[in-house]
């Protein structure tokens, strides 16, 4: 294994809109896999309301919890690069 | 033993396969290993080896099963390979036959996921992916999107999948979806990850699929229909990027299995493939050698994989119509190619079949294409 440093933005690959609820993430929720020129491929949560289409540009939001009974958690977050300049 | 098969099948059977049963587990299995033996015209005493094959079973699923046949005693194995199970267990008894430890095994594959509750497989709470939302419906919706965004698919050739598994599985007895459907009534059915509706996802099930593996043919006027290969492998791991319109674990495992079996796409007439999803099949008909890259969408558009086509793609519905008691899938696709070798597919049967090829492939696990596949070669004496 080696440590890469990640740049903060990626390329959505694929993505879908789950519709079977989740306890933590609700009725509907979209994910994603990204990737990056680097090569990791990374799994996590795209932040838009409407289904992104396939290599559209992402931010990439990674935070790593410690939940005292689960253990562990990741939660990576990708927001559209176009969508997080005009908000910001 | 003929030189060409590796084990001969002497006789199948499996329970129907439905939502919910009121049987036990251990009454599920020995439903199907009696009908099985019946079939085989085999007594239980006779039975050297036991191979069980449970996603969901847990422990000693196996012993469950034989312990008031009277099958408890000789060596039971239990096999745990998600939806590869049940061929995981079908290519421990071809072993067992092959080394001559065993003259006569029997093999089970079975899963009673009506009491796990409803909704998605339970995937390993510790897994990466799983922490964050994920379930296997969407893993095929997001190789659909990458596979319609990059080649001419459509949503309606996703659907198309779903009509033609309902059209065979209603002639097939032990098809949980039986009613005919149509591609309107695919789209419009509920959304569970996009594109994919609940109609193009496979419904779970309780079920139980056996056969038994012998090391010498049949003693009758019945027909010889023996294993000819299976290879059993698992998915590579890589933490970068990876191909999702293809498999690249099923593409290995099936070129593989036609290697040791000496036999090309063109010598098979029925493949039993994994359409737990009905991309899934579009993508397997590109890993089975029966179109290129990219060009699997076609043979659905172009109903080639029909009963009457020109390969025939699942004739008892697979598993979008059968269902998917995930460790019974192998077994039970080892039933169907046995009935289209020895003509008893009833309203099933395809014409003139020689070869047939079944895929079984799984287990959602970060990194991995997939966790295991499994793919035999089947074929008449």
Same mark, same amino acid.
């Given at each position: 294994?080696?440590?890469?440093?990640?740049?903060?933005?990626?390329? #959505?690959?694929?993505?879908?809109?789950?519709?079977?609820?989740?306890?933590?993430?609700? *009725?509907?929720?979209?994910?994603?896999?990204?990737?990056?020129?680097?090569?990791?491929?990374?799994?996590?949560?795209?932040?838009?309301?409407?289904?992104?289409?396939?290599?559209?540009?992402?931010?990439?939001?990674?935070?790593?919890? *410690?939940?005292?009974?689960?253990?562990?958690?990741?939660?990576?977050?990708?927001?559209?690069?176009?969508?997080?300049?005009?908000?910001? | 033993?003929?030189?060409?098969?590796?084990?001969?099948?002497?006789?199948?059977?499996?329970?129907?396969?439905?939502?919910?049963?009121?049987?036990?587990?251990?009454?599920?299995?020995?439903?199907?290993?009696?009908?099985?033996?019946?079939?085989?015209?085999?007594?239980?005493?006779?039975?050297?080896?036991?191979?069980?094959? &449970?996603?969901?079973?847990?422990?000693?699923?196996?012993?469950?099963?034989?312990?008031?046949?009277?099958?408890?005693?000789?060596?039971?194995?239990?096999?745990?390979?998600?939806?590869?199970?049940?061929?995981?267990?079908?290519?421990?008894?071809?072993?067992?036959?092959?080394?001559?430890?065993?003259? &006569?095994?029997?093999? #089970?594959?079975?899963?009673?996921?009506?009491?796990?509750?409803?909704?998605?497989?339970?995937?390993?709470?510790?897994?990466?992916?799983?922490?964050?939302?994920?379930?296997?419906? !969407?893993?095929?919706?997001?190789?659909?999107?990458?596979?319609?965004?990059?080649?001419?698919?459509?949503?309606? *050739?996703?659907?198309?999948?779903?009509?033609?598994?309902?059209?065979?599985?209603?002639?097939?007895?032990?098809?949980?979806?039986?009613?005919?459907?149509?591609?309107?009534?695919?789209?419009?059915?509920?959304?569970?990850?996009?594109?994919?509706?609940?109609?193009?996802? %496979?419904?779970?099930?309780?079920?139980?699929?056996?056969?038994?593996? /012998?090391?010498?043919?049949?003693?009758? !006027?019945?027909?010889?229909?023996?294993?000819?290969?299976?290879?059993?492998?698992?998915?590579?791991?890589?933490?970068? /990027?990876?191909?999702?319109?293809?498999?690249?674990?099923?593409?290995?495992?099936?070129?593989?299995?036609?290697?040791?079996?000496?036999?090309?796409?063109?010598?098979?007439?029925?493949?039993?493939?994994? *359409?737990?999803?009905?991309?899934?099949?579009?993508?397997?008909?590109?890993?089975?050698?029966?179109?290129?890259?990219?060009?699997?969408?076609? #043979?659905?558009?172009?109903?080639?994989?029909?009963?009457?086509?020109?390969?025939?793609?699942?004739?008892?519905?697979?598993?979008?119509?059968?269902?998917?008691?995930?460790?019974?899938?192998?077994?039970?696709?080892?039933?169907?190619?046995?009935?289209?070798?020895?003509?008893?597919?009833?309203?099933?049967?395809?014409?003139?079949?020689?070869?047939?090829? &079944?895929? %079984?492939?799984?287990?959602?696990?970060?990194?991995?294409?997939?966790?295991? %596949?499994?793919? /035999?070669?089947?074929?008449?004496?």
């Amino acid at each position: 294994m080696t440590e890469v440093s990640l740049p903060a933005t990626g390329v #959505l690959y694929s993505s879908t809109i789950i519709h079977v609820p989740h306890p933590e993430f609700g *009725d509907q929720y979209q994910v994603g896999y990204v990737d990056h020129q680097e090569g990791p491929r990374l799994f996590g949560h795209v932040a838009a309301g409407e289904l992104l289409a396939p290599d559209t540009p992402v931010h990439v939001d990674l935070r790593i919890e *410690d939940d005292p009974e689960r253990g562990r958690q990741i939660r990576t977050t990708f927001t559209p690069v176009e969508h997080q300049e005009v908000s910001s | 033993m003929s030189a060409s098969f590796r084990a001969w099948i002497r006789g199948v059977a499996m329970t129907p396969f439905v939502a919910k049963t009121d049987d036990t587990f251990a009454e599920l299995g020995q439903r199907a290993v009696l009908a099985a033996l019946q079939d085989a015209d085999v007594a239980v005493e006779d039975v050297d080896e036991f191979v069980c094959g &449970t996603g969901y079973g847990g422990p000693l699923s196996g012993q469950r099963v034989a312990g008031n046949l009277g099958m408890a005693g000789p060596r039971i194995l239990n096999v745990e390979n998600a939806c590869s199970s049940g061929v995981a267990a079908l290519a421990v008894g071809m072993e067992a036959i092959e080394s001559g430890r065993a003259a &006569t095994v029997v093999v #089970l594959g079975i899963d009673k996921l009506s009491a796990l509750g409803k909704g998605a497989l339970p995937l390993e709470g510790s897994d990466v992916e799983v922490q964050q939302g994920v379930i296997m419906p !969407a893993v095929y919706a997001m190789r659909a999107r990458r596979y319609l965004h990059e080649t001419d698919a459509t949503p309606e *050739d996703l659907a198309a999948v779903t009509v033609k598994a309902r059209q065979h599985g209603a002639g097939s007895p032990y098809a949980q979806m039986r009613q005919q459907t149509t591609v309107d009534a695919v789209l419009e059915s509920r959304p569970v990850a996009d594109p994919l509706t609940l109609f193009m996802c %496979c419904p779970r099930g309780d079920g139980a699929a056996a056969a038994v593996l /012998s090391g010498s043919p049949p003693g009758d !006027a019945r027909p010889g229909v023996g294993l000819r290969a299976i290879s059993l492998q698992s998915g590579s791991y890589t933490d970068g /990027s990876r191909d999702m319109t293809r498999s690249e674990l099923s593409e290995r495992t099936i070129r593989d299995a036609y290697r040791e079996a000496e036999l090309t796409p063109k010598d098979i007439q029925v493949a039993e493939t994994h *359409d737990a999803f009905t991309i899934a099949e579009i993508m397997y008909y590109e890993a089975l050698g029966f179109a290129e890259t990219g060009q699997g969408w076609r #043979l659905i558009r172009d109903q080639a994989t029909n009963r009457d086509g020109k390969v025939a793609v699942n004739p008892g519905g697979g598993l979008l119509a059968r269902g998917h008691p995930v460790g019974a899938t192998g077994v039970a696709q080892v039933c169907e190619a046995y009935w289209q070798l020895s003509d008893q597919g009833g309203e099933c049967q395809v014409d003139g079949v020689d070869n047939v090829i &079944t895929h %079984c492939t799984g287990g959602g696990i970060a990194g991995f294409d997939h966790g295991a %596949c499994g793919v /035999s070669l089947v074929g008449r004496a």
